[in-house]
């Protein structure tokens, strides 16, 4: 029950940026100013700022303040990103196809996505990496956390880091389940493959900062000259 | 250019687990008397107990002394076993066959795996998951590092046990290529499916507490039932 004082914190701070209240290259309050405006002690104050420095949302410089970092280092958000070639080369998808829809939420998204939405935005998008289309990827999000994303198209190939431009969700974690699939027609179609030829199948929930669920994603990729890469520890 | 020196406190505290000196339970020098024996400063030597106190390796208590743990906890090795029912439910498996033998490393094999060995052991076992043949994996092992492993076959179904317990070798962290890829006539004949049926492939590349590439794996899955599950942050 209940957040941690810290994420208090944080979801302030992540407010302010989201609503452009703070802006990049702005400084915070002090931790005694943000402490005492939150109503938080300090050594909560700086637990916090140390997670948004870790995260890259902010910078501490020695004797200055705190500053909001320009922009996520596009590492940090790449990290989403696993398609790599065999010789580990990072690969720049190119958009094919965009449809972005409002749609009434399923069962499951009403009860996986952040405050069980009744409406989501479905992002679909057929990409080409090294010249074939060769991902397939459809992202729902929550409607009332992200308004007027419809409006916003084409949308960047980085949807994460709209997201945190526009709508303040920092996304820090994703659960992945993968299995390999035969492709149906559809799918065949848009990726020029036989019907039947093995695919990958990458189902996602993306986590922002404060832990709301805030994306379900469905990925198919050719992965006959690519490779998913991941790091366990 | 040479490790840390703290990894050289692992190094040496490791060793002497591997070779039977600490036993499970057994408590270790003080980091006073660490530092002065293995020549570094008391700073280092607390930080590698903490290292290894972080991964299950040694347990301390207040104001008795850091003892070696009876055994890493399984969930800390079972990490490392991605393979989930839908619901999420961790599978079993059973061993169905085995084989282990010696032979001359490739040249990527050389290349990869710690110290470069000229000979490794591969282990080839094939697994059933909920009754079905379900995984074909090939560990791939440098032999100087593993020297008599094929006398201790059938082998515990966790690999990462066995490492850890009779070679002190304890794998922290892996990098994992995965693809999608259709079952091939030997594939097929193992798993019972049909050849072209997809089939998801994992090659992975395992590092001990002091970073030496001592696995190179690769499992076939059949996930038609199964899960694959990471996650990334």
Do not use: W
């Not at 405006?37 to 916090?48: M, P, Y």
């Not at 729902?140 to 949308?155: H, M």
């Not at 929930?205 to 669920?213: H, Q, T």
């Amino acid at each position: 029950m209940g957040q941690p004082l810290y994420q208090k914190v944080i979801d302030t701070i992540v407010a302010r940026i989201g609503a452009g209240e703070l802006l990049a290259g702005g400084m915070l309050p002090s931790e005694t100013q943000l402490a005492a405006e939150i109503g938080v002690s300090q050594g909560t104050a700086r637990k916090a700022l140390m997670m948004l420095e870790q995260h890259g949302i902010v910078r501490r410089e020695q004797g200055r303040g705190t500053f909001v970092t320009a922009r996520t280092p596009e590492s940090s958000l790449f990290n989403f990103f696993r398609l790599r070639e065999d010789d580990g080369t990072i690969i720049r998808p190119e958009l094919i196809e965009e449809k972005i829809i409002q749609r009434p939420a399923s069962d499951t998204e009403r009860k996986t996505l952040f405050e069980k939405p009744e409406s989501v935005y479905e992002i679909r998008r057929i990409r080409s990496l090294k010249g074939a289309a060769s991902t397939i990827e459809t992202a729902v999000l929550p409607a009332p956390l992200f308004a007027g994303i419809e409006r916003r198209a084409p949308l960047p190939s980085a949807l994460y880091i709209l997201y945190q431009q526009n709508y303040g969700c920092i996304v820090l974690r994703a659960d992945e389940s993968i299995k390999a699939i035969a492709a149906g027609p559809d799918e065949a179609r848009a990726l020029k493959v036989e019907e039947g030829a093995p695919l990958l199948r990458v189902e996602r929930l993306a986590y922002d900062i404060l832990g709301r669920p805030i994306e379900r994603r469905r990925s198919i990729y050719r992965t006959d000259q690519l490779n998913y890469k991941v790091t366990l520890d």
